[in-house]
């Protein structure tokens, strides 16, 4: 059973517009929250994230929203650039305010940024 | 710093076969995990540690031994390779801080077994 989902494999949109990328998670022990970025041919490389004692998290063109009454997360990236192309990972950690080193992956979300 | 390196890069194996994934890290870190990534189920964690001989399974341990008696390196075992374990497989360390997050992956080894 897949604990942390991402509904849409692609996403497209205009250079320079809002890319919103969802999360979704049934488990509700997860405390912790992350978003990972993968380039092709290359490891994930740590982006943002939250922790369920807050609903928002801002860093530069990335903000991160979580919903814990609907289990459901977001990423905007505003504005769009070509280079944010990639394939981006929600994850969760339940390790209370320790880390565990597990984290639980959702599927990957392709998004491509048009020029 | 090298960060976390993985080797091979790709490898083919026959079904049956053994073989070792290398993964070592240079940050010090306590924690190491392994995790593959197949087509539409994103990155699945198969074993980590917290630490020089502590080990324990994640999501999707079958098929695969791990050990641990480096803080540096966390090596990944195939005892009898199958097609299903066809995928592009993942090292990743991090601190053991107080928050989970900055896991820093390797490049990552493509793995083919025919």
């Known amino acids: 059973d897949q604990q942390v989902k991402q509904n849409s494999p692609s996403l497209s949109v205009q250079e320079g517009r809002i890319s919103i990328l969802n999360c979704d998670y049934t488990n509700s022990m997860f405390d912790y929250f992350l978003w990972y970025k993968k380039y092709p041919a290359e490891g994930p490389t740590f982006l943002i994230s939250i922790s369920s004692i807050k609903d928002k998290n801002e860093d530069g063109r990335f903000t991160v929203f979580l919903n814990k009454s609907a289990k459901h997360l977001s990423l905007h990236i505003v504005p769009s650039q070509p280079g944010d192309s990639a394939v981006y990972f929600c994850?969760?950690?339940?390790?209370?305010?320790?880390?565990?080193?597990?984290?639980?992956f959702g599927q990957g979300t392709t998004l491509q940024v048009k020029p | 710093n090298a960060g976390v390196t993985q080797t091979p890069k790709f490898q083919v194996l026959k079904t049956g076969q053994s073989m070792t994934l290398q993964c070592a890290q240079d940050?010090?870190?306590?924690?190491m995990s392994w995790y593959r990534q197949d087509p539409g189920m994103g990155l699945r964690l198969i074993h980590y540690s917290v630490g020089a001989g502590i080990t324990d399974q994640g999501e999707v341990p079958n098929g695969y031994n791990v050990s641990r008696s480096t803080t540096e390196d966390f090596p990944l075992r195939l005892l009898s390779a199958a097609p299903s374990q066809t995928s592009v497989y993942f090292c990743a360390s991090s601190y053991r801080g107080v928050r989970p997050d900055t896991q820093y992956f390797g490049p990552g080894t493509r793995l083919t077994v025919l």
């Open positions: 994850a969760a950690s339940s390790g209370g305010s320790g880390n565990t080193g597990k984290l639980i």
């Open positions: 940050m010090n870190h306590e924690y």
